[in-house]
């Protein structure tokens, strides 16, 4: 039984059926040689050509007239004796045959099957066939076999052509038996399969971190997909606003069009019909002068003195008009000046909607969708920390600078600073060196009556009090506060709020951390409590025109100093 097993793999080409590639049922043997199941090449030589030109499905020769077909009893007799063996239980179908990326059967001759699996101990692969002819020789199953997923190469050393069954931790790769006594001696090694339990630890942590960075990504992608969404709706509500108030425009336009062409028109048949009349006037004029000459001519040839005399009397008498010969039309005048102001009003025009159109890029930029995710945790304020520096050349007399002008105390005593134009004159404010157009975060330590604000540099230094004092402008915006808080801009309490100071067990003096943080480009700056976590006190929107410059006024007493991260 163990010799006719051996042999299964040729009787599976030879006996079978290249048409339904099963084996043979009562087999036929054409001509040429090639041998087909009886209902087989029946049914193919049903469909030839009816010219009766009848051929071969494999080597495609040419028979005529139809061959006369009778049942191969050898053939047959043979198939039934290997159906005995099991033969009739492997398909042989196509999709048997190795394929590209397919590991191939090592016993396999001719055309190679794919392999199904893979003995460790005899290094070879097989495929069905073969692997029942492997577990005939070797009864028992005392070798130990894998499922075939890959390159038998891969799992043997190619230095020593073993089996790759232990793990070197030290360089962390697989190796053989041999290496692990040659080159790898004294390394730190474990089997394979110690390192796979160890791994596979490790492997559900990486998996469920993967997956949490997965769900994390997901919920991103998710947000930049509504965003875009919501992004191209915007975009589609901005393209129809604009069309509907370019159109609104080109409408007023038209409009204006027509109320100046009627004007131009009215003015011209207005002067016109003036005109028209001072010509008929003047015609009429014409003709009676014309009238006189002629009787002054004709009165000249009379010998009748007195005749004479009493005509040209009559005739010599000027004739009297209601208009002067003088006036005349000066309308073209008139309409070059009206062309003038239009012709001013369309540069206007253009060089207003320019300008516009130059600072819509500015605007879309605050509204891009990868804007970076505004902070929430401490760490993640202290990314955009700045260093900022006091300003002596702004310092009120009675401020004292110290530690590199990180710190500012209200002395109540002139520090005898120099004459500056950039100094406050009556007010006891300060302001820092840098200007703010980014992301900026930093943080303060205040006691006593203190304002924390932003200001632009241009903020009066001198003059009426409410242009100067920090908050109390359009220029500028604070925090205030001692024992209770509150946010000023332009003068106008934003927010008033209690119980966020600190009392300091040894030094009787109200203390408050602080962190402000200020995005130019989206307009907002907002106030913390900084502690363990950051309380927002209060978040102001706005449009920033120009660089913030942080700045502080104190009373008499207080301090500030600049936290440096």
Not at 246 to 266: A, Q, Y
Not at 390 to 403: K, V
Not at 465 to 485: A, K, M, P
Request: with cysteine; charged share 25%; hydrophobic share 35%.
């Amino acid at each position: 039984m163990a010799e006719s097993s051996v042999l299964l793999p040729v009787a599976q080409d030879q006996f079978s059926c290249p048409i339904c590639l099963d084996l043979l049922k009562d087999p036929v043997t054409i001509p040429c040689g090639h041998s087909f199941c009886m209902e087989c090449i029946t049914g193919c030589w049903d469909q030839e050509d009816p010219k009766g030109v009848y051929s071969c499905p494999q080597c495609r020769q040419t028979f005529t007239p139809r061959p006369v077909l009778g049942r191969n009893t050898m053939l047959a007799d043979v198939v039934e004796k290997l159906k005995l063996v099991g033969l009739q239980s492997i398909p042989v179908a196509a999709h048997c045959y190795a394929g590209p990326g397919d590991v191939e059967c090592d016993v396999c001759t001719g055309r190679k099957r794919k392999a199904v699996k893979s003995c460790l101990m005899c290094l070879s692969s097989y495929c069905e066939i073969h692997f029942r002819s492997h577990n005939d020789l070797n009864p028992g199953k005392k070798h130990k076999v894998i499922d075939t997923d890959g390159k038998l190469e891969d799992l043997i050393c190619s230095q020593h052509d073993k089996l790759l069954e232990v793990f070197c931790r030290t360089d962390q790769t697989c190796i053989c038996m041999l290496c692990a006594m040659d080159e790898h001696k004294g390394h730190d090694t474990v089997s394979i399969a110690a390192e796979r339990t160890e791994k596979q630890k490790e492997s559900g942590k990486t998996q469920t971190k993967i997956q949490e960075t997965i769900k994390e990504k997901e919920n991103h992608l998710q947000e930049l997909q509504q965003a875009v969404k919501a992004l191209q709706c915007s975009a589609d509500a901005a393209v129809e606003n604009s069309e509907r108030i370019f159109t609104e425009m080109i409408r007023s336009i038209k409009k204006r069009r027509s109320e100046v062409t009627k004007l131009i028109r009215d003015q011209e048949q207005a002067d016109v019909s003036r005109a028209e009349e001072r010509m008929e006037t003047l015609e009429q004029e014409i003709s009676e002068l014309k009238r006189r000459v002629a009787e002054l001519e004709q009165v000249s040839h009379s010998e009748n003195n007195i005749r004479f005399l009493k005509k040209f009397q009559f005739l010599s008498t000027p004739s009297t008009s209601d208009k002067s010969f003088s006036d005349t039309v000066h309308a073209g005048q008139l309409f070059e000046r009206l062309t003038d102001r239009l012709t001013i009003l369309k540069e206007k025009l253009q060089d207003m909607l320019k300008q516009k159109l130059q600072d819509m890029p500015k605007t879309a930029e605050q509204i891009s969708i990868f804007m970076p995710p505004e902070p929430v945790s401490r760490e993640d304020f202290l990314k955009y920390s700045c260093q900022l520096t006091l300003d002596p050349n702004t310092a009120f007399n009675s401020l004292r600078l110290s530690e590199e002008n990180h710190v500012v105390k209200n002395c109540g005593v002139s520090q005898q600073y120099p004459d500056h134009p950039d100094r406050f004159d009556g007010i006891e404010q300060v302001l820092c060196r840098e200007a703010i157009s980014t992301r900026c975060y930093w943080e303060v330590e205040q006691s006593g009556n203190v304002y924390v604000a932003v200001s632009y540099k241009g903020i009066k230094r001198r003059g009426r009090r409410d242009d100067v004092i920090l908050g109390h402008n359009s220029i500028s915006w604070s925090l205030h506060g001692e024992l209770t808080r509150s946010v000023f801009f332009n003068n106008i309490l934003q927010l008033h709020f209690f119980k966020l100071h600190f009392v300091l067990s040894t030094v009787k003096m109200w203390v408050f951390h602080l962190g402000v943080y200020v995005d130019h480009k989206v307009g907002t700056l907002c106030f913390y409590s900084v502690s363990d976590t950051m309380t927002l006190l209060h978040k102001v929107e706005t449009t920033f025109t120009e660089p913030l410059c942080p700045g502080f006024w104190l009373s008499t007493g207080s301090k500030v100093k600049l936290c440096h991260q």
